[in-house]
């Protein structure tokens, strides 16, 4: 029984310390099977043994110094700055008229596979393709607009 205990106080501190390091919908299930088989070591170990107090008091000490730590080193290798947007986007990004560039030739920066990114004459924009490639590269036209989309088709260079 004491295996049994001890295992399953492993298994809770590997599942909570998973859950801890990826948190998110997926790895919620780890936090539950964390604290369920802390739970029941706990309980085993009061049960079956005659010092199992202690054993709980030495587990959860060791389990809260283990969580302090962990907190500690997390604030001091700066990793709650990568996890969470610490600066405000206060300024917008400038207004361009697409239906102004309908007619325009321009250049393909990227692929179109059918959307990519392309110049026209300085001002890069998302572009749609209305075939279903063009290289990178390639001069092409703007037809139309459909709300924020460029629609646009290659010139032929014959």
Do not use: W
């Not at 393909?108 to 572009?127: C, H, K, N, Q």
Request: proline share 3%; aromatic share 8%.
């Amino acid at each position: 029984m004491y295996y049994l205990c001890i295992f399953l106080l492993v298994v809770g501190i590997l599942a909570i310390l998973l859950e801890l390091l990826m948190p998110g919908f997926d790895s919620f299930i780890s936090g539950i099977v964390g604290i369920s088989a802390l739970v029941v070591s706990a309980v085993l170990a009061v049960i079956f043994t005659p010092f199992g107090l202690l054993i709980v008091g030495i587990n959860t000490t060791v389990l809260a110094l283990a969580v302090f730590f962990l907190l500690t080193f997390i604030k001091r290798k700066q990793f709650h700055g990568k996890i969470l947007l610490s600066e405000n986007l206060d300024e917008d990004l400038p207004a361009v008229d697409l239906s102004s560039l309908v007619g325009k030739e321009g250049k393909t920066i990227s692929a179109l596979r059918p959307y990519g990114e392309a110049d026209f004459g300085g001002v890069r924009v998302e572009v749609c393709s209305n075939e279903s490639l063009i290289e990178r590269g390639a001069r092409i036209k703007a037809i139309e607009t459909q709300g924020n989309k460029v629609i646009v088709s290659e010139i032929n260079s014959n």
